[in-house]
């Protein structure tokens, strides 16, 4: 169970610190023309109110950064302190991270990245379950 735990860790960490630079990458540009992603502007246009939303990548970064990043963050730290929902809020992380990343195949078409990042959902929200099981199957034991 401690290794299920370290695991989720891990993957609350490295999907939220990957958000949290997806954050900073689109603040320090909004364009994305430093970054090479202008062109994925474009696809955004297909979305609803996105004259006004998807003219840069401001709003798409406060998206980014309050729905991967920060949830994903007070999880690991809800993991590390052992809080008895944190492996609960850690399956949610990744069934969130795995719809994120249905919008984006909505949007554009699926690659390399996009695809990874449906498996690390698909592994951290196993991750959570799994570790939600055997947390309530040790309490059960204890009474």
């Known amino acids: 169970m401690k290794i299920l735990r370290?695991?989720?860790?891990?993957?609350?960490?490295?999907i939220g610190i990957g958000a949290l630079w997806g954050t900073t990458m689109m603040f320090?540009?909004?364009?994305?023309?430093?970054w090479g992603m202008e062109e994925l502007l474009?696809?955004?246009?297909?979305?609803?109110?996105?004259e006004i939303l998807f003219q840069d990548f401001?709003?798409?970064?406060?998206?980014?950064?309050?729905?991967?990043?920060?949830?994903?963050?007070?999880?690991?730290?809800?993991?590390?302190?052992?809080?008895?929902?944190?492996?609960?809020?850690?399956?949610?992380?990744?069934?969130?991270?795995?719809?994120?990343?249905?919008?984006q195949f909505y949007i554009w078409d699926p690659n390399p990245l996009s695809n990874a990042y449906f498996i690390f959902g698909l592994l951290e929200a196993t991750?959570?379950?799994?570790?939600y099981r055997l947390e309530r199957k040790k309490q059960h034991k204890k009474q």
């Open 58 to 103: 401001i709003f798409p970064g406060i998206a980014l950064f309050l729905v991967n990043g920060l949830f994903q963050i007070i999880t690991s730290i809800l993991l590390f302190s052992r809080n008895k929902y944190a492996s609960i809020y850690g399956m949610c992380c990744g069934i969130i991270l795995m719809l994120w990343i249905c919008l």
């Open 42 to 50: 474009y696809g955004m246009q297909v979305l609803p109110y996105s």
């Open 28 to 34: 320090i540009d909004p364009s994305g023309e430093m």
């Open 127 to 131: 991750n959570g379950f799994v570790l």
């Open 6 to 14: 370290y695991f989720l860790i891990f993957w609350t960490l490295f």
